[in-house]
Nanobody, 125 residues
Framework: QVQLIESGGGLVQAGGSLKLSCVTS????????MNWFRRAPGKEREFVAA????????HYADSVRGRFTISRDDAKNAMYLQMNNLKTEDTAVYLC??????????????????WGKGTQVTVSS
């Protein structure tokens, strides 16, 4: 079992920045690809970004590419999402998720093995 806890959400003005964190605990000795998703009010959950266990492979949704950066620090059992130039349409609950996967593989899927509960990001105009 793996537990995921997100933090770093908050209220920010459009054009501002936030950095989200996702700390893992439990069976962290296995190889997990990790993703960020988000769920906006009245909308379905959508993929945001993915990173391989190695950290060498990443993938982004078109809507955030060039503005968001995903990274991980396995020494701290943590994954991050640096969000710059935030827009009002980025307002959502952001969730991290993990999936057992080979070390250099990103998991471009919503069929993840473990999920966090999310952290709220609100971008005001």
């Amino acid at each position: 079992q793996v537990q995921l806890i997100e933090s770093g959400g908050g209220l920010v003005q459009a054009g501002g920045s936030l950095k989200l964190s996702c700390v893992t605990s439990g069976r962290t000795d296995e190889s997990y690809a990790m993703n960020w998703f988000r769920r906006a009010p009245g909308k379905e959950r959508e993929f945001v970004a993915a990173i391989s266990w190695s950290g060498m492979a990443t993938h982004y949704a078109d809507s955030v590419r060039g503005r968001f950066t995903i990274s991980r620090d396995d020494a701290k059992n943590a994954m991050y999402l640096q969000m710059n130039n935030l827009k009002t349409e980025d307002t959502a609950v952001y969730l991290c998720a993990a999936k057992l996967a080979p070390r250099f593989t990103v998991a471009i899927t919503s069929d993840m093995d473990y999920w966090g509960k999310g952290t709220q990001v609100t971008v005001s105009s």
